[in-house]
Protein backbone atom coordinates (compact mmCIF):
# COMPACT_ATOMS: atom_id res chain seq x y z
CA UNK A 1 0.00 0.00 0.00
CA UNK A 2 1.17 3.46 -0.51
CA UNK A 3 1.46 6.07 1.92
CA UNK A 4 2.67 10.14 2.01
CA UNK A 5 5.13 9.11 5.12
CA UNK A 6 6.53 6.19 6.94
CA UNK A 7 8.79 6.86 10.12
CA UNK A 8 11.02 4.00 11.26
CA UNK A 9 12.34 4.38 15.05
CA UNK A 10 13.49 2.59 17.46
CA UNK A 11 10.82 3.64 20.25
CA UNK A 12 7.23 4.44 19.72
CA UNK A 13 5.67 5.52 23.14
CA UNK A 14 1.87 6.15 21.88
CA UNK A 15 1.14 7.71 25.73
CA UNK A 16 -1.94 5.12 25.91
CA UNK A 17 -3.22 3.29 28.76
CA UNK A 18 -0.72 0.67 30.44
CA UNK A 19 1.91 2.55 28.91
CA UNK A 20 3.30 0.66 26.40
CA UNK A 21 6.53 0.86 24.49
CA UNK A 22 7.19 -0.42 21.02
CA UNK A 23 10.11 -1.15 20.13
CA UNK A 24 11.34 -1.18 16.65
CA UNK A 25 7.91 0.34 15.44
CA UNK A 26 6.98 2.75 12.59
CA UNK A 27 4.03 4.80 11.68
CA UNK A 28 2.89 5.55 9.04
CA UNK A 29 1.36 8.20 7.34
CA UNK A 30 -1.48 9.27 4.83
CA UNK A 31 -3.45 12.55 4.56
CA UNK A 32 -2.67 14.11 7.79
CA UNK A 33 -3.31 11.50 9.89
CA UNK A 34 -1.75 8.37 11.46
CA UNK A 35 -2.55 5.27 9.02
CA UNK A 36 -0.56 2.24 11.14
CA UNK A 37 1.76 1.44 13.77
CA UNK A 38 4.10 -2.03 12.74
CA UNK A 39 6.58 -3.45 13.62
CA UNK A 40 9.53 -2.21 11.38
CA UNK A 41 9.91 -5.36 9.66
CA UNK A 42 6.21 -5.43 8.56
CA UNK A 43 5.62 -1.88 7.57
CA UNK A 44 8.79 -2.26 4.86
CA UNK A 45 6.94 -5.29 3.63
CA UNK A 46 2.88 -3.45 3.84
CA UNK A 47 3.58 0.03 2.52
CA UNK A 48 5.46 1.80 0.28
CA UNK A 49 6.15 5.46 0.94
CA UNK A 50 6.62 9.32 -0.59
CA UNK A 51 8.62 9.90 1.76
CA UNK A 52 10.34 7.43 4.62
CA UNK A 53 12.76 8.78 7.28
CA UNK A 54 14.78 6.50 9.65
CA UNK A 55 15.46 7.28 13.09
CA UNK A 56 17.44 4.36 14.56
CA UNK A 57 18.22 5.94 17.86
CA UNK A 58 15.19 7.96 18.17
CA UNK A 59 11.82 7.53 20.40
CA UNK A 60 8.56 9.33 18.58
CA UNK A 61 6.06 10.42 21.11
CA UNK A 62 3.07 12.37 20.65
CA UNK A 63 3.72 15.99 19.82
CA UNK A 64 3.87 18.13 22.86
CA UNK A 65 1.14 20.07 24.10
CA UNK A 66 1.81 23.33 26.09
CA UNK A 67 -1.71 23.94 27.75
CA UNK A 68 -1.28 27.09 29.01
CA UNK A 69 1.34 30.11 27.21
CA UNK A 70 1.39 33.88 26.43
CA UNK A 71 2.84 33.47 22.93
CA UNK A 72 3.49 37.44 21.97
CA UNK A 73 5.33 38.19 25.96
CA UNK A 74 8.01 36.21 24.78
CA UNK A 75 9.32 39.50 23.39
CA UNK A 76 9.42 40.54 27.37
CA UNK A 77 11.43 37.68 28.00
CA UNK A 78 13.68 38.71 31.33
CA UNK A 79 12.47 42.07 31.54
CA UNK A 80 11.55 42.20 35.21
CA UNK A 81 12.86 39.24 36.63
CA UNK A 82 13.29 38.24 40.20
CA UNK A 83 10.38 40.24 41.62
CA UNK A 84 6.52 39.06 43.31
CA UNK A 85 3.70 38.36 40.63
CA UNK A 86 1.91 41.66 41.62
CA UNK A 87 4.67 43.94 41.97
CA UNK A 88 5.88 42.15 38.33
CA UNK A 89 2.63 42.90 36.75
CA UNK A 90 1.35 45.48 38.01
CA UNK A 91 5.18 47.64 38.28
CA UNK A 92 6.44 45.70 35.08
CA UNK A 93 4.58 44.08 32.75
CA UNK A 94 1.50 45.92 32.50
CA UNK A 95 2.95 49.37 31.86
CA UNK A 96 5.22 47.77 29.47
CA UNK A 97 2.01 46.25 27.71
CA UNK A 98 0.14 49.75 27.75
CA UNK A 99 3.26 51.60 25.64
CA UNK A 100 4.76 48.09 23.02
CA UNK A 101 1.39 45.78 22.28
CA UNK A 102 -0.34 45.99 19.16
CA UNK A 103 -0.40 43.79 16.73
CA UNK A 104 3.22 44.27 15.44
CA UNK A 105 4.56 43.16 18.41
CA UNK A 106 1.97 40.75 18.79
CA UNK A 107 3.04 39.21 15.55
CA UNK A 108 6.86 38.94 16.23
CA UNK A 109 6.39 37.89 19.33
CA UNK A 110 4.37 34.93 18.63
CA UNK A 111 6.55 33.75 15.96
CA UNK A 112 9.79 34.00 17.99
CA UNK A 113 7.47 31.69 20.31
CA UNK A 114 6.25 29.26 17.89
CA UNK A 115 10.11 29.15 16.34
CA UNK A 116 11.12 28.32 20.14
CA UNK A 117 8.37 25.91 20.59
CA UNK A 118 8.78 23.88 17.68
CA UNK A 119 12.56 23.37 17.57
CA UNK A 120 11.53 21.61 21.77
CA UNK A 121 8.39 19.71 20.42
CA UNK A 122 5.54 21.17 20.93
CA UNK A 123 3.02 20.61 18.15
CA UNK A 124 -0.07 22.61 20.02
CA UNK A 125 -0.35 25.56 22.24
CA UNK A 126 -3.00 27.15 23.91
CA UNK A 127 -2.74 30.97 23.94
CA UNK A 128 -3.89 34.04 26.29
CA UNK A 129 -3.15 37.29 24.77
CA UNK A 130 -4.45 40.40 23.22
CA UNK A 131 -5.16 40.59 19.37
CA UNK A 132 -5.44 36.78 19.66
CA UNK A 133 -6.30 37.21 15.57
CA UNK A 134 -2.75 38.21 15.26
CA UNK A 135 -1.73 34.90 17.10
CA UNK A 136 -3.80 32.51 15.29
CA UNK A 137 -2.72 33.93 11.48
CA UNK A 138 0.65 33.78 12.90
CA UNK A 139 0.46 29.82 14.34
CA UNK A 140 -1.70 28.87 11.11
CA UNK A 141 1.24 30.03 8.60
CA UNK A 142 3.68 28.36 10.42
CA UNK A 143 2.20 25.04 10.54
CA UNK A 144 1.44 24.78 14.65
CA UNK A 145 -1.83 23.29 15.66
CA UNK A 146 -3.04 26.09 18.31
CA UNK A 147 -6.33 27.07 20.78
CA UNK A 148 -6.30 30.59 20.58
CA UNK A 149 -7.85 32.84 23.71
CA UNK A 150 -10.27 34.79 23.21
CA UNK A 151 -9.35 37.65 26.10
CA UNK A 152 -11.49 38.97 28.49
CA UNK A 153 -11.02 41.60 31.47
CA UNK A 154 -12.32 44.11 33.32
CA UNK A 155 -9.95 46.67 32.22
CA UNK A 156 -9.30 48.69 28.61
CA UNK A 157 -6.49 47.63 26.30
CA UNK A 158 -5.06 48.01 22.61
CA UNK A 159 -7.21 45.40 22.51
CA UNK A 160 -10.78 46.43 23.75
CA UNK A 161 -11.94 49.45 25.32
CA UNK A 162 -14.38 47.38 28.00
CA UNK A 163 -15.88 44.02 28.12
CA UNK A 164 -18.42 44.57 25.68
CA UNK A 165 -15.60 45.16 23.24
CA UNK A 166 -13.74 41.95 24.41
CA UNK A 167 -17.16 39.95 24.11
CA UNK A 168 -18.09 41.15 21.17
CA UNK A 169 -14.70 41.53 19.45
CA UNK A 170 -14.56 37.08 20.62
CA UNK A 171 -17.33 36.14 18.77
CA UNK A 172 -15.75 37.93 15.71
CA UNK A 173 -12.35 36.36 16.19
CA UNK A 174 -14.34 32.97 16.81
CA UNK A 175 -16.20 33.36 13.73
CA UNK A 176 -13.74 34.25 11.56
CA UNK A 177 -11.04 31.29 12.98
CA UNK A 178 -13.97 28.79 13.09
CA UNK A 179 -12.98 26.50 9.76
CA UNK A 180 -9.37 27.00 10.14
CA UNK A 181 -8.65 23.09 10.77
CA UNK A 182 -5.00 24.36 12.91
CA UNK A 183 -6.81 26.48 14.87
CA UNK A 184 -9.66 25.91 17.76
CA UNK A 185 -10.66 29.05 20.32
CA UNK A 186 -11.20 28.99 23.64
CA UNK A 187 -12.47 31.83 26.44
CA UNK A 188 -9.86 33.36 28.12
CA UNK A 189 -10.92 35.42 31.50
CA UNK A 190 -7.55 36.52 33.22
CA UNK A 191 -7.84 35.76 36.46
CA UNK A 192 -10.94 35.95 39.07
CA UNK A 193 -9.36 39.03 40.46
CA UNK A 194 -9.29 40.85 36.78
CA UNK A 195 -13.33 39.74 35.89
CA UNK A 196 -16.04 40.54 37.66
CA UNK A 197 -19.31 38.68 37.84
CA UNK A 198 -21.52 40.46 34.98
CA UNK A 199 -19.01 39.68 32.25
CA UNK A 200 -18.54 35.93 33.66
CA UNK A 201 -21.67 34.88 33.42
CA UNK A 202 -22.65 36.70 29.74
CA UNK A 203 -18.82 34.27 29.02
CA UNK A 204 -20.43 31.60 30.14
CA UNK A 205 -23.23 31.66 28.07
CA UNK A 206 -21.05 32.28 25.13
CA UNK A 207 -19.00 29.37 25.81
CA UNK A 208 -21.98 27.01 26.12
CA UNK A 209 -23.79 28.49 23.05
CA UNK A 210 -20.75 28.04 20.73
CA UNK A 211 -19.32 24.77 23.03
CA UNK A 212 -15.84 25.96 23.69
CA UNK A 213 -13.10 25.58 26.50
CA UNK A 214 -12.86 28.22 29.13
CA UNK A 215 -9.36 29.05 29.96
CA UNK A 216 -8.24 30.81 33.18
CA UNK A 217 -5.92 31.69 35.71
CA UNK A 218 -6.95 30.33 38.96
CA UNK A 219 -5.48 29.91 42.84
CA UNK A 220 -2.39 31.41 41.32
CA UNK A 221 -1.15 32.91 44.54
CA UNK A 222 -1.92 33.89 48.26
CA UNK A 223 -3.10 37.45 47.64
CA UNK A 224 -5.35 36.32 44.83
CA UNK A 225 -7.66 34.26 48.04
CA UNK A 226 -7.39 37.03 50.33
CA UNK A 227 -9.03 39.19 47.41
CA UNK A 228 -11.55 36.76 46.49
CA UNK A 229 -12.22 36.67 50.40
CA UNK A 230 -12.15 40.65 50.65
CA UNK A 231 -14.44 41.65 47.48
CA UNK A 232 -16.77 38.65 47.13
CA UNK A 233 -16.99 36.73 50.60
CA UNK A 234 -15.26 33.28 49.38
CA UNK A 235 -12.19 31.75 47.57
CA UNK A 236 -12.10 32.15 43.63
CA UNK A 237 -12.51 28.16 43.17
CA UNK A 238 -16.13 28.64 45.18
CA UNK A 239 -16.88 32.02 43.48
CA UNK A 240 -15.98 30.49 40.12
CA UNK A 241 -18.43 27.10 41.38
CA UNK A 242 -21.64 29.27 42.27
CA UNK A 243 -21.12 30.91 39.09
CA UNK A 244 -21.29 28.02 37.42
CA UNK A 245 -17.76 28.08 35.92
CA UNK A 246 -16.42 24.82 37.28
CA UNK A 247 -17.07 21.87 34.68
CA UNK A 248 -15.08 19.75 31.78
CA UNK A 249 -15.04 23.31 30.15
CA UNK A 250 -12.40 24.85 32.48
CA UNK A 251 -8.59 24.77 31.95
CA UNK A 252 -8.06 26.08 35.57
CA UNK A 253 -3.82 27.56 35.38
CA UNK A 254 -2.11 27.29 38.14
CA UNK A 255 -4.11 26.14 41.15
CA UNK A 256 -1.45 26.34 43.70
CA UNK A 257 -3.81 27.32 46.97
CA UNK A 258 -6.09 24.52 46.84
CA UNK A 259 -7.77 23.08 50.12
CA UNK A 260 -9.00 19.11 50.50
CA UNK A 261 -12.48 20.38 50.16
CA UNK A 262 -11.38 22.52 46.82
CA UNK A 263 -9.47 19.74 45.33
CA UNK A 264 -12.72 17.20 46.02
CA UNK A 265 -14.82 20.27 44.09
CA UNK A 266 -12.73 20.41 40.94
CA UNK A 267 -12.49 16.39 40.79
CA UNK A 268 -16.18 16.25 41.28
CA UNK A 269 -17.30 18.43 38.60
CA UNK A 270 -14.78 17.10 36.12
CA UNK A 271 -12.28 20.86 35.55
CA UNK A 272 -9.25 20.73 34.78
CA UNK A 273 -5.57 21.57 36.53
CA UNK A 274 -3.26 23.39 34.34
CA UNK A 275 0.21 23.13 36.43
CA UNK A 276 2.81 25.52 35.41
CA UNK A 277 5.93 24.18 38.04
CA UNK A 278 9.16 26.65 36.79
CA UNK A 279 6.67 29.74 36.57
CA UNK A 280 5.52 28.83 40.11
CA UNK A 281 9.01 28.48 41.06
CA UNK A 282 10.06 31.28 39.69
CA UNK A 283 7.53 33.63 40.96
CA UNK A 284 6.91 31.87 44.33
CA UNK A 285 3.14 31.99 43.82
CA UNK A 286 3.11 28.52 46.15
CA UNK A 287 3.28 24.71 44.67
CA UNK A 288 0.50 22.77 43.15
CA UNK A 289 -0.81 19.90 44.61
CA UNK A 290 -0.60 17.73 41.40
CA UNK A 291 -0.16 14.12 42.77
CA UNK A 292 -3.39 14.91 45.19
CA UNK A 293 -5.26 15.95 42.19
CA UNK A 294 -4.73 12.99 40.25
CA UNK A 295 -5.24 10.96 43.15
CA UNK A 296 -8.91 12.62 43.35
CA UNK A 297 -9.55 11.47 39.66
CA UNK A 298 -8.52 15.60 38.08
CA UNK A 299 -7.14 16.02 34.21
CA UNK A 300 -3.62 17.70 35.05
CA UNK A 301 -2.01 19.25 31.71
CA UNK A 302 1.60 21.06 31.50
CA UNK A 303 2.15 24.64 30.64
CA UNK A 304 5.10 26.76 31.05
CA UNK A 305 3.43 30.29 31.10
CA UNK A 306 4.58 32.68 28.87
CA UNK A 307 8.61 33.86 29.02
CA UNK A 308 8.23 36.62 30.57
CA UNK A 309 7.85 34.57 34.05
CA UNK A 310 9.26 31.12 33.24
CA UNK A 311 11.64 32.15 30.77
CA UNK A 312 11.59 29.65 28.13
CA UNK A 313 8.97 27.51 26.38
CA UNK A 314 10.66 24.21 26.56
CA UNK A 315 8.17 21.72 27.64
CA UNK A 316 10.73 18.63 28.12
CA UNK A 317 12.04 20.92 31.10
CA UNK A 318 8.46 21.34 32.06
CA UNK A 319 8.33 17.86 32.41
CA UNK A 320 11.75 17.32 34.68
CA UNK A 321 10.50 20.15 36.92
CA UNK A 322 7.05 18.86 37.27
CA UNK A 323 8.18 15.09 37.94
CA UNK A 324 10.96 16.45 40.41
CA UNK A 325 8.60 19.42 42.28
CA UNK A 326 5.56 16.43 42.65
CA UNK A 327 7.89 13.99 44.46
CA UNK A 328 8.94 16.78 46.63
CA UNK A 329 5.72 18.72 47.21
CA UNK A 330 4.36 14.93 48.27
CA UNK A 331 6.98 13.90 49.97
CA UNK A 332 6.77 10.90 47.81
CA UNK A 333 9.52 9.61 45.37
CA UNK A 334 6.92 7.66 43.91
CA UNK A 335 4.83 10.36 43.06
CA UNK A 336 4.62 11.95 39.34
CA UNK A 337 6.61 9.33 37.40
CA UNK A 338 7.71 9.76 34.37
CA UNK A 339 4.84 8.06 32.29
CA UNK A 340 2.02 9.96 34.48
CA UNK A 341 4.60 13.38 33.55
CA UNK A 342 4.60 12.78 29.53
CA UNK A 343 1.32 12.20 29.75
CA UNK A 344 0.32 15.38 31.34
CA UNK A 345 2.26 16.86 28.36
CA UNK A 346 0.70 15.24 26.01
CA UNK A 347 -2.39 13.49 25.93
CA UNK A 348 -4.17 15.20 29.12
CA UNK A 349 -3.46 18.49 27.41
CA UNK A 350 -5.57 17.39 24.81
CA UNK A 351 -8.31 16.09 26.83
CA UNK A 352 -8.07 19.68 28.97
CA UNK A 353 -8.58 21.37 25.91
CA UNK A 354 -11.55 19.35 24.32
CA UNK A 355 -9.04 17.94 21.62
CA UNK A 356 -8.36 14.37 22.79
CA UNK A 357 -10.42 12.63 19.92
CA UNK A 358 -7.76 14.84 16.97
CA UNK A 359 -4.20 14.70 19.08
CA UNK A 360 -2.17 13.66 22.19
CA UNK A 361 -1.71 9.93 21.83
CA UNK A 362 0.03 8.07 18.90
CA UNK A 363 -3.13 6.24 17.31
CA UNK A 364 -4.34 5.20 14.62
CA UNK A 365 -7.08 8.06 13.09
CA UNK A 366 -5.91 10.62 14.85
CA UNK A 367 -3.66 13.48 13.82
CA UNK A 368 -0.38 12.83 12.77
CA UNK A 369 1.24 15.35 15.45
CA UNK A 370 4.31 13.23 16.47
CA UNK A 371 7.93 14.62 17.84
CA UNK A 372 10.73 12.63 17.97
CA UNK A 373 14.00 12.38 20.42
CA UNK A 374 17.13 11.44 19.70
CA UNK A 375 18.34 9.17 22.54
CA UNK A 376 21.42 8.47 21.07
CA UNK A 377 23.43 11.13 22.85
CA UNK A 378 26.28 10.95 25.91
CA UNK A 379 23.57 12.54 27.77
CA UNK A 380 20.59 10.09 27.67
CA UNK A 381 22.79 6.86 27.32
CA UNK A 382 22.18 4.04 28.42
CA UNK A 383 18.61 3.58 27.46
CA UNK A 384 17.02 1.35 29.74
CA UNK A 385 13.39 2.93 30.17
CA UNK A 386 13.22 5.77 27.28
CA UNK A 387 10.21 7.42 29.19
CA UNK A 388 12.45 8.12 32.12
CA UNK A 389 15.36 9.32 29.91
CA UNK A 390 13.07 11.84 27.91
CA UNK A 391 11.42 13.22 31.24
CA UNK A 392 14.55 13.01 33.47
CA UNK A 393 17.58 13.25 31.55
CA UNK A 394 17.03 14.63 27.76
CA UNK A 395 17.04 18.15 26.73
CA UNK A 396 15.21 20.04 24.10
CA UNK A 397 18.16 20.38 21.84
CA UNK A 398 17.39 16.36 21.15
CA UNK A 399 14.24 16.80 19.45
CA UNK A 400 15.03 16.74 15.65
CA UNK A 401 12.07 16.03 14.02
CA UNK A 402 8.58 17.28 14.53
CA UNK A 403 5.27 16.78 12.39
CA UNK A 404 2.12 18.37 12.41
CA UNK A 405 -1.09 17.68 10.72
CA UNK A 406 1.58 14.83 8.66
CA UNK A 407 3.73 17.96 8.02
CA UNK A 408 7.41 17.59 8.87
CA UNK A 409 7.83 21.00 10.36
CA UNK A 410 11.27 20.29 12.48
CA UNK A 411 13.88 17.87 10.53
CA UNK A 412 17.79 17.39 11.64
CA UNK A 413 16.87 19.68 14.07
CA UNK A 414 16.48 22.47 12.23
CA UNK A 415 12.43 24.41 11.92
CA UNK A 416 12.24 24.50 8.43
CA UNK A 417 8.71 26.42 8.45
CA UNK A 418 9.91 29.66 9.41
CA UNK A 419 12.92 32.41 8.96
CA UNK A 420 14.43 31.63 11.91
CA UNK A 421 17.58 33.84 11.84
CA UNK A 422 15.28 36.89 10.45
CA UNK A 423 12.93 35.79 13.39
CA UNK A 424 15.89 36.31 15.72
CA UNK A 425 17.63 39.30 14.70
CA UNK A 426 13.96 40.94 14.64
CA UNK A 427 13.77 40.05 18.16
CA UNK A 428 17.42 41.53 18.63
CA UNK A 429 15.82 44.92 17.25
CA UNK A 430 12.63 44.55 19.98
CA UNK A 431 14.93 44.01 22.63
CA UNK A 432 16.96 46.93 21.68
CA UNK A 433 13.71 49.15 21.35
CA UNK A 434 12.25 48.22 24.85
CA UNK A 435 15.17 47.91 26.96
CA UNK A 436 16.81 51.47 25.92
CA UNK A 437 13.30 52.28 27.49
CA UNK A 438 13.20 50.43 30.41
CA UNK A 439 16.56 51.34 31.14
CA UNK A 440 18.74 48.14 30.17
CA UNK A 441 22.19 48.14 28.73
CA UNK A 442 21.67 44.87 26.03
CA UNK A 443 24.32 43.06 24.09
CA UNK A 444 22.58 42.69 20.97
CA UNK A 445 23.51 40.47 18.08
Known sequence: MQVESLINARWVIPVEPGHPVLDHHSIAIEQGRIHAIVPTNEAREQFVAQRTVDLPRHALVPGLINAHTHAAMTLFRGL??????????????WPAEAKWVHEEFV??????????????????????YFFPDVTAKVASQAGIRSVIGL?????????????????????????????????QTA???????????????????????LDIPIHMHVHETRDE??????????????????LGLLGPSLAAVHMTQLN??????????????????????????GFCPVQRLLDAGVNVALGTDGTASNNDLDMLGEMKTAALLGKGVADDPSALPAEQVLQMATLNGARALGMAEH??????????DITAIDLGQATTQPVYNPVSQIVYAAGREQVSDVWVAGQRLVSNSRVNCMDVQGIVLNAARWGQRIGADEGYNQALL
Open 80 to 93: ADDLPLMDWLQQHI
Open 107 to 128: ADGTRLAVAEMLRGGTTCFNDM
Open 151 to 183: ILIDFPSAWAEDTDAYLSKAIEVHDQLRNDPLV
Open 187 to 209: FAPHAPYSVSDAPLQRMLAMANE
Open 225 to 242: IRQGLERYGNRPVQRLGR
Open 260 to 285: DEEITQVARTGANVVHCPESNLKLAS
Open 359 to 368: TGSLVVGKAA
